[in-house]
């Protein structure tokens, strides 16, 4: 007896691949072919890797549709308790606090969730926050959500969960959208599919901009905010094609660039990159294998201005004015036949970061710095896994596996140099640090049972770790009149958790809750230690209305709560008619001792109790419909002393599509339609910084075959 373990989104689907036939879902069954999960309106799925392993259906994960009509960051905002630092998104936040996390383990900016594409990691190199608009140019088939620490398989970073992103099988054709929105702002894209031989070519683009919105509230600006503007564009090219009977070649180049503002001068940043990798796939022969290399390059810049109480001026008051930074790595995996009823995954991966910011700081006027900054280092990793997983009846899975990694922090460096009289060219600071290495063990394990048809219990537990970035361990900053110093002893973050799950599917219904508990040791956090004024070590002054924080590792931070997902298929009242619904609800708390006792207890910063969503959605045969989706988030704190709060927001989206032939489809949208006021910053002085407002948007997408 087969079930699948993972809920799929149906509702996410495309309506925009115009005439694009019914397909099912390819996944692993039991005897290692393929099934098809029947009556899905999903877009075909391409296995870009190894089959999906029997032993992941232990797991809590959900699989999402994408389609080119909306962002990949959007579209995973449905996936209850998947939250980023911000709850802006990547038209107006800075991108540095687009980290990604889930079940309540955040924080700082860095993300937690491990994020892949085709097998690569994403995590920017420098800074482990992710670069949302490069993924928007990807012709993408789904995105797999992973809830749960300690991925086995995938390395180290996994600490709350893991998103995996698929490439999709495009075929022969091209594809064309453009729409035109509020404050106008444009999004088009492009999409060429070509079969060469037995080869497949695909070819992505994406373009956006707009004009913006003004971030603070209507009720607090003044005359320095204006438009929040940005204008982001990608290309991505993809060749697979089959070396022999058994081994498929799939090569990746995508190249992006993104530029925003902030809403007020000397706010503008800009962030751009370039990946490769190159995989080689046996997935049909007795032993199966995946090697895999990649190389990711990315650059980064950011200026900063201090704006004053009344918001009347503005000037420069830092600037990051180039952060290089790259990552290597591989990752080997080889099936071996051990019997039927077992499935025994071998492999290994090791990556490399490395990255060095530049600033300028301590403005006297909006073109002269008094200093001058670099920092910098790289880290490491390297280590094996083995894991396994038994069918060892017709009802019951049972899986475990483990891994050893060996870490490195290599090269760390801080210089400040005064650039200005008395003494230009002094050097104020010039700190090496010592290297550090370290090892570590984690392992996962758990058990899939089907108590009957439709009804299957599962548990699991894990344990996983994350390296500090570079930008953690080397790299102060500031964010308005406050500062937060590096710490280049920071340890490495450690996970372990369990959770315990059921999910009930019917032929029009699927339901799934899952209770968890994860503790995260030596959580890395912002721990503030003091108020303005005074000059503190490693950032120097900080003004009256400001505060003096240090990255610290928590004692820990402990976090339980349950998740509920379910849908349904009404098909039989209205053909094309399906309803989702999903929410998490998360109790998170602070274990803090030392400069950290004063949030012993505290929520987390930017973690939110509650977080629901819903969705209805028709869907005609031809490319017509409508949806309706409907996201709440909870109250939350800015800070991580529990002071300055985040109010709860409701935001309803909606779009219908109209299939005027065959091959052309007119598209309207609307981004919170209610123009409901998302609060996504708060600053000590009580500014408060909205997300996007009511957005409208029409527009057209062709297909061509």
Do not use: C
């Amino acid at each position: 007896m087969m079930k699948k373990s993972v809920l799929v989104y149906p509702l996410l689907a495309s309506m925009a691949s115009i005439s694009a036939p019914v397909r099912g879902q390819e996944q692993a069954s039991d005897d290692g072919n393929q099934i098809v999960i029947a009556d899905r309106r999903l877009p075909e799925i391409i296995v870009t890797g190894l089959p999906v392993s029997r032993g992941d259906r232990v797991y809590s994960a959900i699989e999402i549709p994408m389609d080119r009509s909306q962002t990949v960051e959007n579209a995973l905002r449905d996936v209850p308790g998947l939250q980023q630092f911000r709850r802006s998104d990547a038209r107006s936040a800075n991108p540095t606090s687009q980290g990604v996390t889930l079940r309540g383990l955040g924080g700082n900016a860095s993300s937690r969730a491990l994020l892949i594409l085709d097998g690569v990691p994403q995590a920017d190199p420098f800074g482990g926050w992710v670069a949302w608009p490069g993924y928007d140019a990807l012709a993408l088939a789904e995105a797999r959500v992973t809830r749960g620490g300690g991925s086995v398989t995938d390395g180290q970073g996994a600490i709350a969960g893991t998103i995996e992103l698929f490439s999709d099988n495009v075929g022969d054709r091209i594809e064309l959208g453009a729409a035109y929105g509020s404050r106008n702002s444009v999004d088009a894209d492009l999409l060429f599919g070509r079969e060469l031989g037995q080869g497949q070519l695909t070819i992505s683009a994406s373009y956006a901009r707009g004009d913006g919105f003004i971030p603070i509230i209507e009720e607090q600006r003044g005359t320095v905010d204006r438009p929040a503007e940005y204008e982001q564009a990608g290309l991505a090219v993809r060749f697979v094609a089959p070396l022999s009977d058994n081994v498929e070649l799939q090569t990746n180049v995508r190249a992006f660039t993104d530029d925003r503002e902030r809403g007020f001068a000397f706010s503008e940043n800009h962030n751009d990159g370039a990946d490769a990798s190159i995989r080689l796939v046996d997935r049909t022969s007795d032993w199966q294998w995946s090697a895999l290399a990649y190389l990711q390059i990315r650059n980064f810049d950011v200026s900063f201005g201090g704006v004053d109480d009344d918001r009347n001026s503005v000037s420069r008051v830092f600037e990051q004015y180039n952060v290089p930074s790259t990552g290597l790595g591989g990752r080997f995996e080889v099936r071996p036949p051990v019997g039927d009823n077992v499935e025994l995954r071998i492999g290994g991966d090791w990556r490399r970061t490395e990255g060095t910011t530049n600033e300028n700081f301590f403005y006297l006027d909006d073109d002269t710095p008094q200093r001058s900054r670099r920092a910098g280092g790289s880290t490491a990793t390297f280590g094996g896994f083995v894991e396994a997983s038994l069918q060892t009846t017709d009802a019951l899975v049972l899986t475990g596996g483990g891994r050893v990694d060996f870490w490195s922090i290599d090269g760390g460096f801080r210089k400040e140099i005064e650039l200005i009289n008395p003494f230009p060219g002094s050097i104020r600071t010039d700190e090496q640090y010592a290297s550090r290495s370290g090892s570590e063990f984690t392992g996962r394990g758990g058990f899939a049972f089907d108590a009957s048809d439709e009804l299957t219990l599962r548990g699991a537990a894990y344990l996983g770790w994350r390296l500090p970035t570079l930008n953690e361990l080397f790299r102060p900053f500031r964010v308005g009149s406050d500062a937060t110093a590096a710490n280049e002893l920071l340890d490495p973050e450690r996970v372990k958790g369990a959770e315990l799950g059921l999910d009930w599917e019917s032929g029009f219904a699927n339901f799934g809750i899952t209770a968890f508990y994860n503790q995260l040791d030596n959580a890395v956090a912002n721990v503030t230690l003091a108020n303005g004024p005074g000059v503190f070590p490693g950032v120097g002054f900080v003004a009256a209305d400001g505060t003096y924080s240090q990255r610290q590792n928590l004692e820990a931070i402990k976090s339980k709560g349950i998740e509920i997902d379910a849908e349904f298929d009404l098909g039989e009242l209205v053909d094309g008619l399906s309803f989702r619904a999903a929410y998490s609800y998360v109790d998170a708390k602070v274990d803090g001792s030392g400069d950290a006792a004063p949030i012993d207890g505290l929520r987390p910063a930017q973690v939110p109790k509650h977080n629901a969503s819903g969705s209805i959605r028709w869907a005609s045969d031809n490319g017509s419909g409508a949806s309706l989706s409907a996201r709440y988030i909870g109250q939350q704190y800015e800070d991580d002393v529990n002071i300055l709060s985040l109010a709860d927001a409701f935001t309803i989206d909606g779009r219908m599509t109209l299939a005027v032939t065959d091959r052309l489809l007119v598209e309207t949208r609307v981004e919170n339609l209610l123009d409901a006021r998302v609060e996504a910053a708060v600053s000590g002085n009580g500014i408060i910084e909205r997300a996007f407002p009511r957005t409208f948007w029409i527009g057209l997408r062709a297909r061509i075959e």
